[in-house]
């Protein structure tokens, strides 16, 4: 699978960091094959939080990623490009994000952190399928 899924969070795109984010991944060299700015329904975002949903911080994960717009995209670069992303994220937790990582870079929060990438390539696959199932 060399394809994944990415989001640029609410607050990424609230902070007009979306340019700075985008431009990681492409100075990385992986490319954009699609991407959109989406405003994120209930229902959708359960499907795409599926192992999350009825965990204490769903709620206010929820609000969060639906209270404006995201950018959603797919990136493509070479085998387990997945893996590429998730580094360059950084840890979920602000306080193991490592400097240099998108994360711990920009972010203080637990939930608004600004970037959300595929964990696997079977992710990558589901979550595509779910916000862009006509590529
Ligand atoms: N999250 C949170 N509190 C937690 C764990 C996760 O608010 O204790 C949020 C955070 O925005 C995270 C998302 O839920 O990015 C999904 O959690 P996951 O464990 O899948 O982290 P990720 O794969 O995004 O690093
Ligand atoms: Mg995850």
Known sequence: ????????????VERGLVGQILTRFEQKGLK???????????????RHYEEHVGKGFYADLKAFM???????MVLEGPEDVYAIVRTMMGAT????????????????????NLVHGSDSNESAAREIGIFFPNL
């Open 66 to 72: 639906s209270r404006s717009p995201a950018m959603v």
């Open 93 to 112: 937790n602000p306080a193991e994000s490592a400097p240099g990582t998108i994360r711990g870079d920009f972010g203080t929060i637990m939930t608004e």
């Open 32 to 46: 954009v094959v699609a991407a959109e700015l989406r405003q994120l329904d209930e229902a959708t975002l359960d």
């Open 1 to 12: 699978m060399n394809r994944t899924f990415v989001i640029c969070k609410p607050d990424a």
